[in-house]
C-alpha cells in the first residue's frame, strides 16, 4: 500500500541531536520582527523527526515534512539531506 502524498508542510533546519534510535532532533529558525521595538529576533524551536535509515548526522541541513504520528513526541519524518556536515 502507497503512501498518499497530500500538500504536508515541509521544514528545513539542521541537526542538533542523533543520538536515539531512527530519531533526529532538528532546530528550525525563524527571524521576526519583535511588536513593540521593531528589532529583527531569531526564535528558534526543536522537533523531534523519524530517520528510518538512521544516515542523517549531527550539523547536517535537512528537509523534514508532517506525518501522522509516530510515536508521543514524533510526527515529522525526514525527506531529504540537503547538506552533509564538515567531516571533523
Do not use: F
Not at 513526541?73 to 540537503?82: A, E, F, M, R, T
Request: charged share 35%; net charge positive.
Amino acid at each position: 500500500m502507497t503512501e498518499l502524498q497530500t500538500s504536508s508542510r515541509t521544514l528545513t533546519g539542521r541537526i542538533v541531536s542523533d543520538k536515539m534510535d531512527k530519531t533526529i532532533t532538528v532546530m528550525i529558525e525563524r527571524r521576526v520582527k519583535h511588536p513593540v521595538y521593531g528589532k529583527i529576533l531569531t526564535k528558534s524551536t526543536k522537533i523531534k523527526a523519524h530517520d528510518e535509515a538512521n544516515d542523517a548526522n549531527t550539523g547536517d541541513l535537512v528537509t523534514i515534512a508532517e506525518c501522522r504520528p509516530v510515536s508521543k513526541d514524533k510526527s515529522w519524518k525526514l525527506v531529504n539531506i540537503d547538506e552533509r556536515a564538515a567531516a571533523e
